[in-house]
């Protein structure tokens, strides 16, 4: 009777388990345990809530929930390098240390970026001009590629990876953020690819070598919003969860 007891118990905790893998499996859900952790979905796969235009209220039209993405369509260009009804996007949340988890997906010679404390206002045109970027790119064919500091995984124009671990156009990357009171750590396909301190004299001194050294505030800033660029390249974006640090 003990054994059986036993066994049983022990049937339980696998079928819970393998229900809990299931469920992390599945795009654009969270497992029992993420919950438990405190994590939180920026994009459930079937809408666009919560994303608005950089400095507007509502979504632009070239941005749009579709097969369990959330998929910028660049097949019209406007006047400079976006997308006719595209721009970049931002959650509504604000956000100081942090988490986050995103896969995405990049078109053939496609550019685009995942950017964070960004700040909205009239004074900035675009979200770059004050958040700090991951860098979205297709390293073979992008006219970016192989330029120093703008690789995939880079944090643009600022630090490059370590080691190259994008995979190519059209498969999914999977790129983690943690910042954590001033250390940062990035991972990209489960690699760590940049450890640095931010805010320090050391990251004041990167931010006036680069391109970025004239924007008041320019990655100083301790917190704000996630954003999603429009480079003027078709980008996938699914499993984007956020869990907030103490």
């Not at 941005?63 to 400079?80: C, F, V």
């Not at 997906?105 to 045109?125: C, D, L, R, T, W």
């Not at 059209?170 to 910042?179: A, F, K, R």
């Not at 003027?232 to 640090?245: A, H, Q």
Request: with cysteine; charged share 20%.
């Amino acid at each position: 009777m003990k054994y059986a007891i036993l066994f049983c118990a022990a049937a339980m905790s696998f079928a819970a388990h393998a229900a809990e893998s299931a469920d992390a499996a599945q795009p654009n859900t969270l497992s029992a345990a993420q919950q438990r952790e405190g994590w939180k979905l920026l994009f459930d796969g079937k809408s666009t809530t919560g994303w608005h235009r950089y400095n507007r209220k509502t979504l632009s039209p070239a941005w749009s929930a579709a097969d369990g993405s959330l998929h910028l369509d660049a097949g019209r260009k406007d006047q400079g390098f976006q997308s006719e009804g595209g721009g970049d996007i931002v959650y509504d949340g604000v956000y100081a240390n942090f988490h986050l988890k995103i896969d995405w997906k990049i078109a053939p010679a496609g550019n685009s970026g995942v950017m964070f404390y960004v700040q909205e206002g009239p004074q900035h045109e675009f979200p770059w001009q004050t958040g700090i970027e991951s860098q979205v790119l297709d390293n073979v064919a992008a006219s970016d590629a192989h330029s120093t500091k703008h690789m995939a995984g880079d944090l643009y124009d600022l630090i490059a990876c370590k080691v190259e671990t994008v995979r190519p156009a059209g498969e999914w990357n999977h790129l983690e953020i943690i910042s954590d009171h001033g250390r940062f750590v990035e991972k990209l396909n489960g690699t760590v690819v940049i450890e640095t301190t931010l805010w320090d004299e050391a990251w004041k001194k990167l931010i006036a070598g680069s391109k970025f050294r004239d924007m008041a505030g320019f990655g100083m800033f301790r917190s704000g919003k996630i954003a999603l660029q429009d480079h003027g390249s078709d980008v996938w974006f699914r499993n984007i969860m956020i869990r907030e640090l103490k």
